[in-house]
C-alpha cells in the first residue's frame, strides 16, 4: 500500500513537471504520509492559455467556421468560372465552325459567279459576232455583281502578293547560297524591285493582261536564251 503511494507521488511531480511548460498552476498544496514520514506532494489545478502567434497551430473554431465557408463559397465560384469558361470555349468553337463553313460557302458561291460572269461575257461577244455580220447594233448587257467584284479582287490581291512573297525570297536565297554571282547593291535593288511590285498593283491602274499572265517575263526569258546560245556559237 505505501509503494504504490509512493509511486503515485512521483507520478504527480513528473506529470507537473511537464505540465508547468505548458499550464498555469494556480492553487496548491496537501500533505500525504507514506510509511509513517511526511512527505508534501503538490496539487494543481490548471487552466489552458495562448497568445496570438502570427505561426501557431491553432485556431479557434469560430475562425475555422468562417475559413471552412469562405473556402466553400469561393470553390462554388470557381466551378461556375469554371463551366463558364468551358461553356464559353464551346461556343467559340462552333462559331469558328460556322465561319470555316460561310467562307466555304462564299467561296463556292463566288466560284460559281466568276465562271457565269465569264460564260455571261463570252454570250455577249457572241450577240455582237452576230449582230455585226446582219448590220445590226448590238447594246452590251452584263449583269453587275459588285460583291462578286470585290471578292474576286481580293483573292487575286493576295494570291499576286504571295507569288511577289515568294518571288522575292528565292532571289535573296539564291544569292545567299552563292548561286548569284552579282554584287549584293545589285541583288539589294532587284530584291526591293520585286517586293515594291504589292504596292505598285495596289495602288497603280491594272497592268496589261500579259503583264500580270508571265507571258512578257516568258517571252524575254526565251530572248535572252537565244541571245546566250548565239553569244555561245559565235
Not at 498552476?25 to 490548471?46: L, T
Not at 466560284?111 to 447594246?139: I, Q
Not at 483573292?155 to 522575292?168: D, L, P, Q, T, W
Not at 539589294?188 to 511590285?197: E, G, K, Y
Request: charged share 30%; net charge negative.
Amino acid at each position: 500500500m505505501g509503494s504504490n503511494i509512493i509511486e503515485l507521488a512521483k507520478l504527480g511531480h513528473e506529470r507537473a513537471a511537464e505540465l508547468k511548460g505548458s499550464y498555469e498552476a494556480i492553487n496548491a498544496c496537501s500533505v500525504v504520509k507514506p510509511d509513517g514520514k511526511e512527505m508534501s506532494v503538490n496539487r494543481y489545478e490548471f487552466e489552458d492559455y495562448g497568445t496570438n502567434e502570427p505561426d501557431g497551430r491553432y485556431v479557434t473554431y469560430e475562425d475555422y467556421s468562417a475559413s471552412e465557408a469562405r473556402c466553400a463559397a469561393l470553390s462554388a465560384k470557381l466551378r461556375m468560372i469554371n463551366d463558364l469558361t468551358e461553356a464559353a470555349e464551346q461556343a467559340n468553337k462552333l462559331a469558328q465552325e460556322a465561319v470555316e463553313t460561310l467562307v466555304q460557302e462564299r467561296n463556292a458561291l463566288a466560284a460559281e459567279n466568276s465562271a457565269l460572269k465569264k460564260s455571261e461575257a463570252e454570250f455577249n461577244e457572241y450577240c455582237r459576232r452576230e449582230c455585226e455580220d446582219v448590220g445590226d447594233t448590238w447594246v452590251d448587257d452584263f449583269t453587275e455583281t459588285p460583291a462578286t467584284d470585290a471578292f474576286l479582287a481580293e483573292v487575286r490581291a493576295s494570291a499576286r502578293n504571295e507569288g511577289i512573297n515568294y518571288a522575292a525570297s528565292r532571289l535573296a536565297a539564291a544569292f545567299n547560297h552563292g548561286f548569284l554571282d552579282k554584287p549584293v547593291s545589285e541583288v539589294l535593288d532587284v530584291t526591293r524591285m520585286i517586293l515594291s511590285a504589292k504596292e505598285d498593283l495596289a495602288n497603280d491602274p491594272p497592268p496589261a493582261d500579259n503583264g500580270l499572265s508571265g507571258e512578257y517575263a516568258e517571252k524575254a526569258i526565251e530572248e535572252w536564251a537565244d541571245q546566250i546560245r548565239k553569244g555561245v556559237q559565235s
